[in-house]
């Protein structure tokens, strides 16, 4: 995948860079983002070897992670990125997406992952595009379902221990779920 940003009307995605770190360290302080994740981020040395990991990721190939940039807000408020690429098989994942709760429950995670699922299938032509959250993380389970992606199963103790809820959208639900989303960001913004 050769990306560049992805620019949303209220969000731009930045490839993620080690500058970055001390922005999404300062949104980040909430206990609560990292409540059903498998990592936790504390510290400012945290963050940046959470970062580092990303980067070592694009450049194998295996991800792409983004920074994810408010611009109502005119600051940094999560990280998202693309895992697991398969270009052979023409899918993917979105995951590792959190957010600071000031933008919870607002039109920035729709708008992400319309920008990630719109360059996914239009651009990268994937096939399929995967999306997982712990099994306890109803919050989460619930934004995923919003999308329209269709629930596959559960994975048990993929992750630490923990059970993580499978959703996928495939090339043939795009349609569906590109409107779905369009008409959620229009009403956002009305």
Known sequence: MNLTHLQGKRISLIPIEYEHADSLFQCSRSPEIWEHLPTKVQ???EMRSFIHSAVL???S???FPYAVFDKKLNKMVGMTRYLRI???HKNLNVGWTWYSPEVWRTA??????YLLLKYAFEIWEAVRVEIIAASTNCRSQKAIERLGAKKEGILRKKYNGL??????????DWHDVKNRLKSFIEYSYN
């Open 43 to 45: 510290t400012i040395e």
């Open 57 to 59: 990721g694009r450049e």
């Open 61 to 63: 190939g295996e991800e």
């Open 86 to 88: 398969s270009p052979v």
């Open 108 to 113: 920035v995670n729709t708008e992400c992952k």
């Open 163 to 172: 059970d993580y809820v499978v959703y996928s959208i495939i090339d043939e």
